[in-house]
């Protein structure tokens, strides 16, 4: 079993669609990471999370401690969101990922 | 500011060889990660770096090593290529050990 669960694997969505990605993991965490990976390999990291929710321009990430299971949402989507997003978990030693979410926005 | 920057940008090895990937973290960050990410798998943590000494490895054979120099440094070794060694490979810096800032990674085709 994985550490860290995501879910759907794949998802194509119409423009301006609200999107969620969900996370699930199974070990003691330090903090939760959302990450972007374009085509070609690039990844940028979106968000960082202990708790609560953060909210950067349309991209909202929000945890649940108590639940293990954190969500990316995006708002209003645009074919330049299509990528992976992955879901990455530190627990202070180490690093689990997701196997990823591929999302394609069709205009 | 200098991103995390990565080298060469692209490599292709024989089986059996072995090839050294270097790593170049943002000013002022003393953690280097790194990572395999395979295809069609999700990344893969390989070793851990830290104010110069190794701080965690991930589930990978003694063939895949490294080391951090003085200046944070970084590179991976991975000696006796195998074809599944082929992958992306990525590293990260962080001042913190929280928040990670990616390089633009290796890719590695082993034939």
């Known amino acids: 079993k994985n550490e860290v669960e995501q879910s759907p694997q794949n998802l194509t969505a119409q423009e301006g669609e609200f999107i969620t990605i969900n996370c699930s993991y199974s070990?003691?965490?330090?903090?939760l990471h959302w990450l972007q990976q374009h085509p070609g390999g690039g990844i940028v990291s979106l968000f960082m999370?202990?708790?609560g929710k953060k909210k950067h321009g349309r991209l909202i990430a929000t945890i649940n401690i108590q639940e293990k299971h954190s969500s990316l949402h995006i708002t209003a989507s645009h074919p330049r969101d299509s990528a992976v997003y992955i879901c990455?978990?530190?627990?202070?030693?180490?690093?689990?990922f997701g196997t990823g979410t591929s999302l394609t926005v069709i205009p | 500011e200098a991103g995390v920057t990565q080298s060469p940008t692209h490599l292709i090895k024989t089986r059996g060889q072995q090839v050294t990937l270097r790593c170049s973290p943002i000013s002022g960050h003393t953690s280097v990660y790194w990572y395999q990410q395979a295809l069609g798998l999700g990344l893969q943590f390989l070793l851990w770096?830290?104010?110069?000494?190794?701080?965690n490895r991930g589930n990978f054979p003694p063939r895949f090593s490294g080391r951090q120099f003085p200046n944070y440094s970084s590179e991976l070794n991975v000696n006796a290529l195998e074809l599944e060694d082929s992958a992306l490979y990525l590293c990260?810096?962080?001042?913190?050990?929280?928040?990670?800032?990616f390089g633009p990674g290796t890719r590695l085709t082993v034939l």
């Open positions: 070990v003691g965490i330090s903090a």
């Open positions: 770096y830290d104010e110069g000494e190794e701080r």
């Open positions: 999370l202990s708790s």
């Open positions: 990260a810096s962080s001042s913190d050990r929280f928040t990670q800032y």
């Open positions: 990455a978990v530190n627990t202070g030693n180490q690093f689990y």
